[in-house]
């Protein structure tokens, strides 16, 4: 399972209460990325890591902050969730710079299933 | 920007037949293409990729062509079984060291019997 664990696996959240997701990897991966899958719009890249403290936006941003404190851990924060924000979301990891070469292959997470009631 | 097309979005085959599905891109700094199998309920794997300096590809029934020129890059699965039916994904990177990934739509491939 390339060492990633998101936590929690399933949550049910109200409207306007702020949720954290946990990403969690083994693999001293240095890229780390959040997305959100949604019927008819597949993956969609919410941020990035590409090293401890070192965060960009993807595609669909707003509502959402990212952290990177340390290599292993790349949390998403919905400050104040919304509806819309129902979805899953996968976090993955990629290049492992181990035994000299890059494998750029992302590996993903088993998925968080995040409903907004 | 990075964005990717991705057709068509549903697919449906008889076991036995071909199945191709198209990405094209607009960024000609990308230059790492893969393509991902997305079975029910499960997590997208990495089935296949590429890279700028490379046209074609092959690993047994599934092969992937970058033509790099017209910015388009193809997933071909051949003698199709029931259980390549799955959602497929093409993905890109931005090119640079930062490595953004983002990927199409998805294709719902379904092999008939």
């Known amino acids: 399972d390339a060492g990633i664990t998101q936590s929690p696996r399933h949550k049910v959240t109200e409207t306007g209460t702020p949720v954290t997701l946990r990403c969690h990897q083994t693999?001293?991966?240095?890229?780390m990325y959040w997305y959100r899958q949604d019927p008819g719009h597949g993956l969609r890249l919410i941020h990035y890591s590409y090293g401890v403290k070192d965060t960009d936006k993807g595609e669909v941003s707003d509502g959402y902050s990212v952290s990177r404190s340390k290599t292993e851990d790349f949390l998403l924060t919905l400050e104040s969730a919304t509806s819309s924000q129902t979805s899953v979301y996968f976090c993955a990891i990629s290049e492992s710079r181990n035994r000299g070469q890059r494998n750029t292959e992302a590996f993903f997470g088993q998925g968080t299933r995040l409903t907004v009631v | 920007g990075e964005n990717v097309e991705q057709h068509p979005s549903t697919l449906s085959v008889q076991e036995g037949d071909s199945a191709v599905i198209k990405c094209t891109y607009s960024?000609?700094?990308?230059?790492?293409f893969p393509w991902y199998k997305q079975e029910l309920g499960k997590r997208p794997q990495l089935i296949i990729d590429i890279r700028s300096n490379v046209g074609e590809k092959k690993d047994q029934r599934i092969a992937v062509t970058l033509n790099k020129t017209a910015k388009h890059f193809s997933l071909h699965i051949t003698e199709t079984q029931p259980e390549d039916s799955a959602v497929y994904f093409c993905g890109l990177d931005s090119g640079g060291s930062n490595y953004k990934l983002t990927f199409g739509k998805g294709t719902l491939l379904t092999v008939n019997p």
């Open positions: 960024d000609s700094a990308s230059n790492y």
């Open positions: 693999e001293n991966h240095r890229y």
